[in-house]
C-alpha cells in the first residue's frame, strides 16, 4: 500500500496546526530540504536544512542531516528542547553519532496501535510529494 502527501499539504497543514511557516523541497529520492525563514535585524534569512532517509528498523526511523555551517549547532540544542518541552516523550527522539537521528515512531501514543497492523517498507522523495509504502501486518 502506498501513502503520499504533497509537499504544500503538509506545509498547509504544520502553517494552520503550529502557525509555523516551512518550506519543504525535493533534493532527490532520499533526500528533502527544509527550510523555515528567520527575521534577523529586520531582513528575512532563509535558514536549511537537508533530511535523508538512510533507514528503517521496524518502527524505528533512521534520517540523517546536513547543511550549511552551523546546521549541527542548531540541531542539538533542537532537540534537546524539544525533550525538556515534553519530557515524557523524550525517549522517541534518540541523536547519534554521525548527525544520525533515530525516531522510534512505534513509541508515539498515536502511532502505536497503526504500526500494530502496518510495517513501514520505505520512505521516498518526489519532485511533488513524499511517498510512504506500508504493508498490512
Known sequence: MKLSITYAELQDYVASHFKKTVNLGYVDEATVSVSVPIKVFGFTK?????????????????????????????????????????????????QMPGNIVKLRLGDI????????????????????RIEADIALL
Open 46 to 94: 532563509s535558514v536549511g536544512i537537508n533530511i535523508i532517509v538512510k533507514k528503517i528498523e521496524g518502527a524505528d526511523l533512521f534520517l540523517s542531516y546536513d547543511g550549511k555551517m552551523g546546521i549541527d549547532l542548531l540541531v542539538s540544542p533542537a532537540i534537546s528542547y524539544a525533550k525538556k518541552l515534553v519530557p515524557e516523550k523524550a525517549d522517541w527522539v534518540e
Open 109 to 128: 501514543d498515536k502511532l502505536q496501535k497503526v504500526f500494530e497492523k502496518v510495517e513501514l517498507k520505505t520512505i521516498r522523495f518526489t519532485p511533488e
